[in-house]
């Protein structure tokens, strides 16, 4: 049997003053204590330095366009958005119009790609900090919660393009992780998947114009977005999205 | 020069085993006493040496050295890898003989303590005795090379033990009142180490303080505070305090109320490190996350430990600057590991305690102007090491433009956590973003690039498919595009440009390839005029294919 190094009537305080390196400092338990001077002081000490977060702190402010088709202007942390649109119609920008508002703000976006196309070009087009920007590239089903999932953690806006065969059950769990972590999840319903959980508000794609400018028939594009949604965004809205080229 | 009593640093007495990587690991194996020994740890630049015996040193063996520059000038070197957790296993015997004369101890990192003296120095008859004494009791250990120091304030007795090198003996008591005039003639460099934990990039301010010809500390102290402020930022006040001798924060004279501190019962208790590491981790962002939330940052920490049995133990560490995660966590590792391995408990660890000390306002820390919240980048690296961790290091990257013609050319992926390289682009200036590049496709670039092309049909008005001549001629002007990823299969064209005729190798007649850019009628009613699917068609060998969708 093991030695007992401390007779059982001693109490664990008067032990520590024996036993340890620096009874002053190492073990509080002994000190008169004073906790609420010692707080208030604490606090006087901190005034100048502790963060302050206000309320629209907490929500995503959208530059641009979007400001006028999204209630508010801003986008909610810890809320969903949906994505949808046609290929070619412009769901795909609209995405990085959005991760674009996260990473003007210093923070970091992401995007999970179903099946790695995607033209970080157009998003360092649309205002998107490329160095704030990390793209994964081909992640299989089995791990696609996981990943979105981890990457929810750690930064503020997750671009997920919903591939076939999302679970109902997944969705629900990626919905509140996004809320407890205060992150925003895009999803993007670019592949013809639909993505089975909800969404605070759903931008829509319409349509593209495209003006032609001297050799190029591409050039200045006019994007049709339409924005319905729930709470307040309940009332469809629609406008342009104008991008000179 | 001296400062009012509030901002004037305790006395204190820093310890110091020189080469204690070396010491620790000759006390492992006694075979590599008196043969020639480096430590060596991977650096920015490949494993360098970070620690070396005094044998390797007559050799020209200098810490820093690459191990291969090193191995050259050495024959015969024994070179060992660095294992932080067992230096701090090796030292706490030196800790345990200490503290058996002096208490307060505080240990800076394997082979360095400090501890103020002013109650011990009494007991023992003055400063000069108590070295004497603790250098006396560390010898008995075998321990030959001990060195110690005592000056008012921590970076000075670190700097007063190191000193002791020059002077050819084993303390430098500097005297009460002279510490500024003993900091003087040092270098600016001695504050790298110092300034770096808190702030980052300490070593870019000493690089700047000795480029605008402030190459000693007497030099940087005569400054004006409000100027230095002005000037460096806070790092710089921290510095220029230190440079004076000063306190490093105006220190809050309290106890910590037990609200911050954190605390854990272990059940079952742990035994092996790793399972109370893993605890002691969670502890550590806890007690980091609490005190970021209110503004306070720690330079000290107290871990403590109870056991099954009823021990307890408790052990102070400290850090230049302020506590970081990672500097948090690796000191409860060293400390768990010293307690668990070295046979000092007898049972399992049942609680685990973690108490800020010292703490202070984080003025330090402060929205960087240009790459964000420092927090917020340490928060995603974090998570998208994760992923890299789940899918492998190649799938998580950030873009670079490349530079090119086609879109898919322009895109150079970097996984994330290499270096971006922008400079790699010939001809690229800052503040300009793609410098022009010949021949490239105009207009904005696309949202969906294929890589490779997906195989699609541009015909003409005729059904026929469209061909491009040697010159760059088109037989018809093209009408219709068919590709699977386009809605609908595809459909006729509202308008096109191009084609842009590229030579791939000119050296090679048959690698050309011409451009269009098309936009696909996408059946969508009252999209209004010119409304479609733009993409970007290559056509080469005869066979058309769609390179990119302007989503």
Redesign the interface.
């Known amino acids: 049997m093991?030695?007992?190094?401390?007779p059982?009537e001693k109490s664990?305080s008067e032990?520590?003053s024996s036993?340890?390196?620096?009874?002053?400092?190492?073990?509080?338990d002994n000190?008169p204590?004073?906790?609420d001077?010692?707080?208030a002081?604490?606090?006087e000490?901190?005034?100048?330095?502790?963060?302050v977060v206000l309320a629209r702190d907490r929500a995503v402010p959208l530059p641009g366009p979007l400001d006028d088709l999204v209630p508010g202007g801003t986008v909610a942390r810890g809320s969903v958005l949906r994505v949808t649109?046609?290929?070619?119609?412009?769901?795909?920008?609209v995405g990085?119009e959005l991760a674009a508002a996260v990473t003007a703000?210093?923070?970091?976006a992401?995007a999970v790609e179903v099946d790695?196309?995607?033209?970080?070009?157009?998003?360092?087009?649309a205002g998107v900090a490329?160095?704030?920007?990390?793209?994964?590239?081909?992640?299989p089903l089995a791990?696609w919660a996981?990943?979105i999932a981890?990457?929810l953690?750690?930064?503020?806006l997750v671009l997920a393009e919903v591939p076939r065969g999302v679970a109902l059950g997944d969705a629900r769990r990626l919905e509140a992780r996004a809320r407890e972590r205060e992150s925003v999840l895009v999803v993007a319903e670019?592949h013809g998947a639909v993505w089975p959980g909800g969404a605070a508000f759903t931008l829509h794609a319409?349509?593209?114009?495209?003006?032609?400018h001297?050799?190029?028939?591409?050039?200045a594009?006019?994007l049709?977005v339409e924005v319905e949604g729930r709470g307040a965004a309940a009332r469809p809205r629609a406008g342009e999205l104008a991008?000179a080229? | 020069m001296e400062g009012p009593a509030s901002t004037r640093p305790r006395r204190t007495c820093a310890l110091w085993c020189p080469d204690w990587p070396v010491v620790a690991a000759r006390r492992f194996d006694p075979a590599l006493v008196d043969t020639p020994v480096v430590v060596v740890d991977r650096g920015a630049r490949g494993k360098v040496v970070v620690s070396a015996s005094a044998e390797a040193r007559a050799e020209g063996v200098a810490v820093g050295l690459r191990v291969r520059e090193a191995e050259a000038r050495c024959a015969g070197l024994v070179v060992l890898d660095a294992d932080d957790a067992a230096d701090s296993r090796a030292f706490e015997l030196v800790?345990r003989a200490v503290?058996q004369l002096v208490?307060?101890?505080?240990l800076e990192r394997p082979g360095q303590l400090s501890f103020p003296t002013r109650g011990p120095s009494r007991y023992f008859g003055g400063d000069d005795a108590l070295v004497a004494r603790i250098v006396a009791c560390v010898r008995e250990l075998d321990i030959a090379n001990v060195r110690a120091g005592v000056a008012e304030g921590t970076f000075a007795a670190g700097l007063a033990a190191r000193a002791t090198e020059e002077r050819g003996c084993d303390s430098v008591v500097v005297p009460v009142g002279e510490t500024p005039a003993f900091l003087a003639p040092w270098p600016v460099t001695v504050l790298a180490g110092s300034v770096d934990a808190t702030h980052g990039g300490g070593g870019d301010l000493v690089d700047l303080l000795a480029r605008l010809g402030l190459r000693t500390l007497g030099v940087f102290a005569e400054l004006p505070p409000a100027a230095v402020l002005g000037r460096f930022g806070p790092p710089g006040v921290l510095a220029h305090r230190l440079a004076r001798g000063e306190v490093e924060h105006?220190p809050?004279?309290?106890?910590?109320?037990?609200e911050l501190?954190e605390a854990i019962e272990l059940d079952p208790p742990a035994t092996r490190v790793d399972e109370a590491a893993f605890a002691a981790k969670m502890l550590a962002d806890r007690l980091l996350a609490h005190l970021?939330?209110?503004?306070?940052c720690c330079a000290r920490v107290?871990v403590?430990a109870?056991t099954e049995?009823?021990?307890?133990?408790?052990?102070?560490w400290r850090h230049e600057g302020a506590l970081t995660p990672s500097t948090l966590v690796t000191r409860v590792r060293w400390q768990l590991d010293a307690w668990l391995l070295t046979d000092t408990v007898?049972?399992g660890i049942s609680r685990l305690v973690l108490?800020p000390?010292d703490?202070?306002?984080?003025?330090g820390r402060q929205?960087?102007f240009w790459?964000?919240?420092p927090a917020?980048?340490d928060?995603?690296?974090?998570?998208?090491a994760?992923?890299q961790g789940?899918?492998g290091p190649d799938?998580?990257?950030?873009?670079?433009?490349g530079g090119g013609r086609t879109?898919a050319e322009?895109?150079r992926?970097v996984p994330?956590g290499e270096p971006?390289e922008p400079g790699r682009v010939p001809g690229r200036e800052p503040g300009r973003?793609v410098p022009p590049w010949p021949g490239a496709?105009?207009?904005?670039?696309?949202?969906?690039?294929?890589?490779p092309p997906v195989p699609a049909e541009l015909v003409d008005a005729a059904g026929a498919p469209v061909a491009v001549s040697g010159r760059g001629e088109p037989s018809a002007p093209p009408a219709g595009l068919r590709c699977a990823?386009?809605?609908d299969g595809g459909g006729p064209l509202v308008?096109?440009?191009g084609p842009w005729a590229h030579d791939l190798r000119w050296w090679d007649t048959r690698r050309r390839r011409a451009l269009w850019?098309?936009?696909?009628e996408?059946g969508?009613d009252g999209?209004?005029?010119?409304?479609?699917?733009?993409?970007?068609v290559v056509l080469e060998r005869g066979r058309a294919a769609v390179e990119?969708?302007?989503?």
């Not at chain 1, 000490?45 to 963060?51: D, F, H, N, Q, Y």
């Not at chain 1, 001297?214 to 050039?219: H, P, T, W, Y």
């Not at chain 2, 990119?548 to 989503?551: H, R």
């Open positions: 093991a030695v007992v190094a401390v059982f664990p032990t520590s036993e340890t390196s620096s009874p002053e400092t190492s073990s509080p000190l204590r004073r906790d001077e010692a707080r002081r604490l606090h000490v901190a005034r100048g330095a502790a963060p649109g046609r290929p070619g119609a412009g769901a795909t920008t990085f703000l210093g923070e970091w992401a790695a196309t995607l033209g970080p070009l157009a998003a360092a087009g490329l160095e704030r920007f990390a793209v994964v590239r081909r992640v791990r996981t990943v981890a990457l953690d750690g930064v503020s670019t319409a349509a593209s114009a495209w003006e032609e001297g050799a190029s028939v591409v050039d594009r006019r049709r991008r080229g | 800790v503290e208490p307060r101890l505080v105006e809050v004279a309290t106890v910590p109320p037990d501190l970021d939330a209110l503004g306070l107290i403590e109870e049995h009823g021990e307890h133990f408790s052990r102070t007898t049972a108490a000390d703490l202070g306002p984080a003025v929205l960087g790459g964000g919240d917020a980048a928060r995603a690296g974090r998570a998208l994760r992923v789940m899918l799938a998580v990257v950030t873009a670079l433009d879109p322009r895109i992926w994330w971006r973003e496709v105009p207009g904005p670039a696309p949202a969906r690039v294929f890589d990823v386009l809605p308008a096109w440009s850019q098309v936009v696909v996408n969508v999209a209004g005029d010119g409304a479609g699917v733009a993409c970007l990119a969708v302007y989503d």
